[in-house]
């Protein structure tokens, strides 16, 4: 595929150990998409290596570093998953020549691929256009499977916004979702911000019918409520697709994004939703996107989505 590249094991670096007992001792790299097609389950890591969403959403540029700035941190991570899940690194997908497009495309491809030899996709950002190529690909796989697939973000934004020139873009991979399969879009997002959202966006969601909490609303204080809105959608669907923006953390955690708030959440409600999710044991996807290491601080919001992936992995495989 032209639009990929090999993945290094120099991204793959921590403490040594007599034992496998960090991520970087574990994590196989494998080049060309050698894909293992094994029946057992796995995980795949796959980087997206893109900005020009962002660029067309008019975010921070600097986004191309993403994926290995988290694998950097993943790496140092103590592992806990079984010891018979195999983690598989497979390289990054990037764009050329602002061809966003047929970057989604092999992005849809690969992730299809990923889940029919039973790998758990793992997908490392970049901007959050990437969604729209990743949902693409579990609808259909869910669609395939007879399963009615419920899409969660933790964002400050909807990305329900229009397209620009008749092209996607960072802010829009759930209007495009929503439009190109309008009765098979059911999405909740977490941690919207009103400040960022104008009301025509809140317009849009209802129009799709989004399920959301507003950033107000998404407290600890309020944690009952939350809990209840989360099973309400988990038990009307029967698979999930996560997605979590870092920039829906608030910059004092995060400030490695491309659209910074102070007003953003924080780990630990983060980290509950997790729970809940992984409890249910419909998870079949992930992706953590718009990491920005160009306006990260020592690596502190690296640190973290490398912790939101082993976080939720542990949890979903333990």
């Known amino acids: 595929m032209k639009l990929h590249h090999n993945p290094s094991q120099e991204n793959w670096t921590g403490r040594n150990a007599m034992q496998p007992e960090y991520w970087h001792q ?21 980087g997206y290596t893109g900005e020009e969403g962002v660029k067309r959403n008019q975010g921070r540029l600097g986004t191309l570093a993403g994926p290995a700035s988290i694998r950097k941190c993943l790496g140092a991570l103590a ?19 602002g061809d966003l497009e047929s970057t989604h ?21 970049g901007g959050h256009d990437l969604a729209f190529a990743h949902g693409s690909a579990v609808l259909k796989y869910s669609q395939e499977q007879g399963k009615k697939l419920g899409i969660i973000n933790l964002d400050a934004h909807f990305d329900l916004r229009p397209l ?3 092209k996607g873009h ?10 190109n399969h309008p009765n098979e879009f059911h999405y909740l997002a977490l941690g919207i911000q009103r400040a960022a959202n104008p009301k025509s966006l809140f317009e ?13 609303d998404f407290r600890l204080q309020h944690w009952e409520f939350i809990e209840e809105q989360i099973h309400w959608f988990l038990d009307r669907v029967d698979a999930i697709y996560l997605t979590v923006d870092m920039d829906g953390f608030s910059s004092a955690f995060a400030p490695g994004v491309s659209a910074p708030s102070p007003m953003g959440f924080d780990p630990e409600i983060a980290f509950n ?10 998870l079949i996807s992930l992706d ?15 640190r973290l989505a490398a912790r939101c992936v082993e976080y939720i992995l542990r949890k979903n495989f333990g």
């Open 26 to 46: 574990v994590v196989r790299v494998s080049p060309n998409l050698a894909f293992d097609s094994s029946s057992n389950q796995k995980v795949g890591i796959l």
């Open 79 to 97: 592992h806990h998953l079984p010891a018979g899940l195999p983690l598989f690194d497979y390289g990054d997908v990037f764009t050329q020549e």
């Open 105 to 125: 495309q092999a992005i849809t491809e690969l992730t299809y691929q990923l889940l029919k030899s039973n790998h758990f996709p793992v997908w490392l950002g």
């Open 164 to 166: 620009v020139a008749d």
């Open 170 to 179: 960072s802010g829009s991979p759930f209007y495009q979702l929503a439009s």
């Open 204 to 216: 849009t969601a209802d129009q799709v019918k989004a399920k959301y909490l507003v950033m107000e």
């Open 273 to 282: 939703v997790f729970d809940l999710i992984a409890k249910s044991k419909k």
């Open 288 to 302: 953590v996107v718009e990491l920005n290491p160009v306006y990260d601080q020592d690596l502190a919001t690296a």
